[in-house]
């Protein structure tokens, strides 16, 4: 009765509709990939929205920190399944651009866009730099541990493709274990820095924990089987329509990925509530990068064919890096006005343009 | 009768006789290049003066944002009519080492000497760190923009440079949508962000508007003229007086173009208006970046032999991004005394060291 | 008597008892050099606990600002003594490595383990971001110094070499300039800008300076002589022990030379005086840097087989650069937490990780 509320009050969710459809359109004609690909984009976006409202629910009970905590991890949850799918498979390329492009769309896209869309409602927002800080030095260090390997395997012969291995294990655990002192740190010792600057919650359209929590769990389990179809069909639709696959890989698959969290975080945007839309941007660009990306190096050598080590492509690094550094030069205020998100909107569209643009061969 | 009275108080103006001298000069010995060179910069710098006594006059009866921009814009309309010229005779290397040499010099030499003038006479300064660190955030990513053709067209064959090609000008349409935007949210929507944090003017030594804006124009088109002459002796006068060729795009026209704005900047920061000389260094270093290169890729298309792109000297990006980081830095604060001016003026010596250094093969 | 109250205190000093059996090992077996590296170490780090005592007794007296330097001085007196005998020896890539790592040692592990120290025993703790953030800029400003030789003169042929050496001669002096200038900026001119945030000082475990000075100066010549004994054996013990001689180079001696610094600041920031902690980490990473650094390459011209410039390999050059950045962004703020120092520690990790594992041709 409350999902007939909902889907009465809001006209995204009818989407709800192409969820049966891209499955039986799979089962029947799993050859026609662009139709497939829009079917399964069309399917994610009512998804995204449910879990926007079921997660506010959720934050609104239990503090913006670990409610962005928990939106982060269970829209991660979803990049985490389409990513040991790719592993399963062997597309080891596909796995990492799809790792980078998440950190550079979540701290460029989806930072951007909240502020610019929250921006045109209101006309200053404040957020907590604290948590906004720590989130960025964090995601800083990730870029770093990320970029060591790359710099310095990219010389090598043989030996340096089983030091890269070595390497990227020990950073692997490394990461992981600075990350859980991160949630040590945020949720248990120092968790008075992490409050909200601004908590006004609507709350009438808050759904009770009975029925969000099992909102949650089922939506995320719909929306990564729907994910799998998209990542399954996105690389032959991609040819079909002529974009490069650095450009699938970095934008199209990290923007569907995200679609549940930029839902969310644009929705809080907009009822200022900034400090959620930063905590679910940032925080998963930081779970990305500290949490993913190592789980994935580990599960690679259980699942796949070959382990999968932390070189990336160059060009890659240099781009997380620069969206580290502008996510901190933008956000450093704690204040934020539209033209803050046109700025990194644009250095995403300078990425995206270049992407777009490449050569095939590169 | 104004003029005379400023003539008789300012003796920098007597300098003025060297405009006139100029013209006779490049009239009656156009091969005397070392003279021309000499002659040109000596007549460079009383304009310059006029131009800044004007421009405070006005910046002083329309608040400091739109009289730094209003500088600003003059300054570089100077910098632009060089540039254009220069592309008209296919001299695309000096474009591009002006453009950079131009960041550089203002976001370093100009600001960096600013702060070590304004210290030296006052013992600590403010100024409003908004706008500041708001252009901060535009160069260094503008310089971003400057830097992703670079740095994947290198790699490139014949493809490669089609690619940078449309890249560059896709990027260029890119900044000047993303400039145009910045000017209407700090002239418009959130002018009252960009306020000084303190404004004393000596209201006895300004001009009124109706002398103030036509000595601004017809000061810049004479700046324009003589900069035309400078540039034409100064890659001859600079081999026979032993400067690299990479000394002069960088250092030397970067300076000479950017007098008028010196000394207004110099002249603030004395007066402890060090708000206007922000404004007017890092205000023209952003305008360079994200106005006026893009405007020298547009306008190749049209007078130059060859269109322009986006592709720099690698070493040339770096300092740009250098130059923007230290900037912000040093800056972070709205606060100055004059080892901050030390520092800024510390890295553009090091990049004119091994500017002058530079073997003539690079 | 005071020294007899002293070890009867602090169970440390105990292993003072090691300097004299250095000495008398090296005299009677000077080729067991695993054995005279573990003794020498063990020597060195009750002196380096007498030194933090000395030198909170000078500082306590003189203010923190003289007191950190002054400790810095002593600390970095040792690195130098160090590193000119190692040029003496013609080994210029142990000096490099050695300037590299004391620059990342200070800014990541001492600055980072002193922020962990300090956070486990004070919930929160204040330093005085002034003093802080200029020692950032200073210590980003050099790293940009040593970097341009590397960068430009890598490309290079016979008239590089010389390029790089004329190059390094110049930003020697100006670096040595510019550090002069900060010194009369933090104690002549601005000197009210860098007074302590909290200063709470034990006045009863205090020495008379007529005490803590002459054992400042003793203990500095005893750490000094017993450092060449590491020196000398460290290389040999690491090959035996089976280390790489880049982690030698800028793990190993890098920590060890700093010893007697880092119990200062480690013991500084346990008693929340971690403004003293901070002036003395990062006063020591702008010190090696700018006045140690250049020093050398001077006195490589009188002592050395041939002059050292100051060309590094890039990867250290690339870690100076992140250490930099990494310990202005974890000490933006003026405030600390246990979890700031296991950022910095995790950045020093990869580091040194990274080093360990690399294959031996590197």
């Known amino acids: 009765m409350l999902f007939l509320h909902e889907i009465r009050r809001n006209p995204l969710l009818w989407l709800l509709i192409f969820v049966p459809v891209v499955f039986v359109a799979e089962m029947r004609k799993p050859e026609a990939h662009v139709i497939l690909f829009f079917l399964s984009v069309l399917a994610i976006v009512p998804l995204a929205a449910l879990l926007s409202l ?5 934050a609104a009970k239990t503090g913006d920190s670990i409610g962005g905590l928990l939106n982060a991890t269970l829209g991660n949850l979803t990049e985490l399944v389409i990513a040991l ?8 390329m596909l796995v990492k651009a799809s790792i980078v492009g998440a950190i550079v769309s979540n701290s460029l896209f989806m930072l951007g866009a909240s502020f610019l869309l929250g921006g045109l409602k209101h006309h200053t927002q404040e957020f907590n730099p604290v948590n906004a800080h720590l989130q960025m030095t964090q995601l800083f260090l990730a870029s770093i541990a990320l970029l060591v390997p790359s710099a310095i395997g990219g010389a090598g012969a043989v030996t340096a493709s089983q030091f ?10 490394l ?6 002192l991160g949630l040590l740190f ?3 010792t120092h968790r008075e820095f992490f409050g909200s600057a601004v908590t006004e919650v609507n709350e009438e359209s808050l759904w009770p924990l009975s029925v969000a929590l099992p909102t949650l769990a089922v939506v995320t389990v719909l929306v990564a089987l729907i994910s799998e179809v998209f990542v399954d069909s996105v690389q032959k639709a991609a040819l079909t329509l002529g974009m490069s696959s650095a450009f699938v ?6 923007l569907v990925g995200a679609a549940a969290e930029m839902t969310a975080a644009f929705s809080a945007a907009r009822k200022n509530r900034l400090d959620l839309s930063v905590s679910i941007a940032m925080g998963s660009a930081v779970q990305i990068a500290m949490f993913v990306a190592p789980v994935l190096i580990l599960a690679s050598y259980v699942i796949a064919p070959t382990p999968m080590n932390l070189q990336f492509w160059p060009g890659s690094i240099v781009m997380a890096l620069i969206a580290a550094i502008s996510a901190t030069l933008v956000t450093n205020s704690g204040k934020s006005a539209w033209f803050n998100g046109v700025l990194l909107l644009t250095v995403y569209l300078i990425f995206a343009i270049t992407l777009y643009l490449l050569p095939p061969s590169s």
């Open 164 to 173: 890269t291995q070595h390497l990227s294990l020990c950073l692997s655990i």
């Open 175 to 180: 990461l992981l274990t600075t990350y859980g």
């Open 54 to 58: 079921a997660t506010e629910s959720v």
């Open 249 to 254: 890989g970095f934008i199209v698959v990290a």
């Open 85 to 92: 799918a790719a592993l399963r498979a062997g597309q080891i």
């Open 186 to 188: 945020s949720l248990k």
